[in-house]
């Protein structure tokens, strides 16, 4: 008796995939600004991948040898390199983006009410030990917020991006 579900091959899921990347610079923009753990930016990496999003991470030597060394796409994925974080933010809000940091702030939006993106939206994640710095809070439009019911504080910050990745991008 075969069983009622089917794994589906490896051949045929390559065949549902798109043959290249996505265009650089698309709606959705993942940007670990101030990254202190290799395995995250490979994690955010491949979210980055299946949602369809661009990376945008500072200009540092480990960031691009962890990012090398945690791609295991079979195409490049595409990568942004911004110096200056805060001043990144306010020129991508004065261009009409929208600015969502992900973090435990007052007043966040839950992840559940999180509506689709419909323009441009840059995904602010925090430092894995200390979060979203002070300084540039006030480049937020808002934060969302993905409720927990555990006993940890947070969440592994590759495993917040990605949620709030895929409801961004209307995949769940
Ligand atoms: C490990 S947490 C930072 C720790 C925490 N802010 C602190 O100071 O203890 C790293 C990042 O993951 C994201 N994060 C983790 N859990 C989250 C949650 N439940 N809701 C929203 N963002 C979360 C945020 O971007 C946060 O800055």
């Not at 009409?96 to 009410?113: I, K």
């Amino acid at each position: 008796m075969s069983p009622a579900i089917r794994v589906r091959p490896r051949r045929e899921l390559a065949a549902a995939r798109r043959r290249r990347a996505h265009r650089c610079w698309g709606h959705l923009v993942a940007a670990p600004l101030w990254p202190m753990h290799q395995a995250n930016l490979g994690t955010l990496l491949r979210t980055c991948d299946a949602v369809g999003a661009c990376l945008a991470v500072p200009p540092w030597r480990w960031v691009d040898e962890a990012l090398a060394r945690g791609n295991t796409l079979r195409q490049p994925s595409c990568v942004h390199r911004v110096g200056d974080p805060v001043r990144w933010l306010a020129a991508e809000r004065a261009s009409g983006a929208q600015v969502l940091g992900v973090e435990l702030t007052d007043e966040a939006v839950r992840l559940a009410d999180l509506p689709m993106a419909r323009r441009r939206t840059i995904v602010v994640l925090g430092h894995e030990a200390t979060g979203i710095p002070a300084e540039a809070l006030d480049s937020l439009d808002a934060a969302v917020e993905i409720p927990m019911v555990g006993t940890g504080l947070s969440l592994n910050v590759a495993v917040a991006g990605s949620l709030v990745l895929y409801k961004l991008a209307g995949l769940t």
